[in-house]
């Protein structure tokens, strides 16, 4: 069975760069046809999909946070990696990295980890 685990400071300054990884284990980030995804969840609102690498190393990105968002990997590590530049108080959020895309019926999701982004 996969499983996630998102990792990464809880709190980060407006103006800098949000940096997360996620570490799969149990399955290789590079299997065929699979893609690994970050999503959060803003306080009071829903889940906000910010984009995902595939098996290929082939990325998407929200078109909303494109401009300010880089997902990269590590196949030695199996993990990927989440970058959000210019953050403000408005992407304070729970992160959770995913298997799978919006829409999957079989999603596996890590936890979630709590970022905060304030001065």
């Known amino acids: 069975q996969v499983q996630l685990q998102e990792s990464g400071p809880g709190l980060v300054k407006p103006s800098q760069t949000l940096s997360l990884t996620c570490t799969v284990s149990?399955?290789?980030?590079?299997?065929?046809?699979?893609?690994w995804s970050w999503i959060r969840q803003p306080p009071g609102k829903g889940l906000e999909w910010i984009g995902y690498?595939?098996?290929?190393?082939?990325?998407y990105y929200s078109p909303s946070l494109r401009s300010r968002t880089v997902i990269s990997r590590d196949t030695s590590k199996n993990q990927f990696t989440l970058q959000l530049s210019s953050v403000t108080p408005e992407d304070t959020a729970v992160y959770y990295c995913?298997?799978?895309?919006?829409?999957?019926?079989?999603?596996?999701r890590g936890q979630g980890t709590q970022v905060t982004v304030s001065s």
């Open positions: 690498i595939a098996y290929s190393g082939s990325t």
């Open positions: 149990g399955g290789s980030i590079t299997t065929n046809y699979y893609y």
């Open positions: 995913a298997r799978g895309v919006q829409g999957d019926s079989d999603l596996i």
